[in-house]
């Protein structure tokens, strides 16, 4: 599902702009409010991470092992500065996992581990903040999937762990690494796996590595084994109810799906696939699309995830939809879409001086949901701590990649 940037750019010349809000303007970073209703409840949306993974990026053309880039493509003025980029430390690898080890650090709220030195500083990327810039840490953290990058054609060989390359290893590696981080600060999450993340490795990571099953927030998981439900408290003052299924979502694995909805209580349920949604906000299918329109789905009213590139596809999406449930309620429920794993923190011709960077997801972007009982609303943003901003800057990136939503919704009368 891989794309290149700048047939991306040119297919969405005048779309993702329409698609953005107004929450951040280009420039400075958005102040976090600490006089937010205690209510208020953050949910992360983590999307596609497997470029920071396996930094290889065939526009680049360089060794993911080393610093160079390919001066055909980078626009690079001089040997020197080919062969080592500034916006790089040790290797591209080494610095996709600082940033991916960053990613977890900003979304559990300790910014003064995040550290942007030796590769973030010709864009005043900052490093050690001790104060929540955008937003408190996260209330629940949720992956869109495809955190790894293991080829498709291996994939479907169903390897174990030990059968992967090293290269394929050291990827799983750094994803259990990043979960490490997110499992020691006490916040409830979820995986999930996307067609890049092979079921023998993804098993272990849930079985071994994580011992799931033995989290306080760990509610059930399908019979594959693939695919994970959590249901924890929420600042909201009611529990959450959120269900991962696996890729490839089997008929059994679709039945447990339309059982666990509410975890046994009625709760509301977000639930994640990684290509249920699509680029432009609409159910995709894989048994949600079918059924979402049927009686006694009432608990669901948040669907997410990512997969989807390529040219012409949106790189953030958010969007409210009205279902039938066949009951007399609201049946208001929102979708989100977030995926920015084929952009570089710089393209090609935008930084005349370094050049190119390899495919990073433009600097760690992620997605933000705010659910605020108290105001009867819900708003969503894209963040960076690599930037430091909402938005996306269009003379590093071309266009602006993220959106914004906001909208009415009286939760405690959805959920009372």
């Known amino acids: 599902m891989r794309g290149l940037i700048a047939a991306v750019c040119l297919a969405l010349s005048g779309v993702a702009q329409a698609q953005t809000g107004s929450m951040g303007g280009p420039g400075a970073p958005i102040a976090y409010q600490p006089g937010a209703a205690s209510r208020d409840t953050y949910i992360c949306l983590i999307p596609d991470t497997q470029n920071l993974t396996s930094s290889e990026d065939h526009a680049a053309n360089a060794n993911p092992d080393t610093c160079a880039v390919n001066p055909a493509d980078s626009g690079c003025p001089s040997p020197t500065v080919c062969a080592a980029s500034p916006y790089c430390k040790n290797s591209w690898r080494a610095t996709g996992r600082q940033l991916l080890l960053n990613l977890a650090y900003d979304l ?5 581990m995040e550290d942007y030195r030796g590769f973030g500083d010709l864009d005043s990327a900052r490093s050690g903040e001790i104060n929540a810039i955008d937003h408190p840490r996260c209330d629940l953290i949720l992956s869109l999937g495809d955190m790894s990058d293991i080829d498709d054609a291996i994939v479907l060989t169903n390897p174990t762990y030990g059968q992967l390359s090293k290269f394929g290893q050291g990827q799983i590696d750094m994803v259990n690494e990043f979960w490490q981080i ?15 993340d092979p079921n023998e490795p993804f098993k272990n990571t849930m079985t071994t590595a994580l011992n799931f099953s033995s989290l306080p927030f760990y509610y059930d998981k399908e019979s594959g084994g693939l695919g ?3 249901k924890t408290m929420t600042p909201t003052g009611k529990n959450f109810c959120v269900i991962g299924l696996p890729y490839v979502s089997t008929a059994s694995a679709l039945t447990w799906k339309q059982n666990t909805i509410g975890c046994g209580s009625g709760y509301p349920t977000i639930i994640l696939h990684h290509s249920a949604v699509t680029e432009n906000g609409d159910l995709s299918g894989f048994g949600l699309a079918t059924t979402i329109d049927t009686a006694g789905n009432q608990e669901a009213f948040m669907f997410a995830g990512g997969h989807w590139t390529g040219s012409g596809v949106l790189a953030s999406s958010k969007a409210g939809k009205t279902g039938t449930w066949g009951v007399d309620a609201d049946s208001t429920y929102f979708t989100f879409f977030s995926n920015w794993q084929e952009l570089n ?16 997801s433009g600097g760690i972007y992620y997605t933000v949901i705010r659910v605020a009982p108290e105001t009867d609303s819900i708003t969503a943003w894209d963040w960076s701590p690599y930037w430091r901003r909402r938005t996306m800057d269009a003379n590093v990136m071309t266009l602006d990649y993220t959106s914004s939503y906001s909208v009415t919704f009286d939760f405690d009368a959805r959920f009372p």
């Open 108 to 112: 559990t709220g300790q910014w003064a």
């Open 182 to 196: 997110i499992k020691r600060s006490g916040i409830p999450f979820l995986t999930l796996q996307g067609n890049h």
């Open 228 to 230: 994970y439900a959590i």
């Open 345 to 360: 923190r710089h393209n090609n011709g935008l930084s005349p001086i370094y050049g190119i960077t390899m495919s990073d």
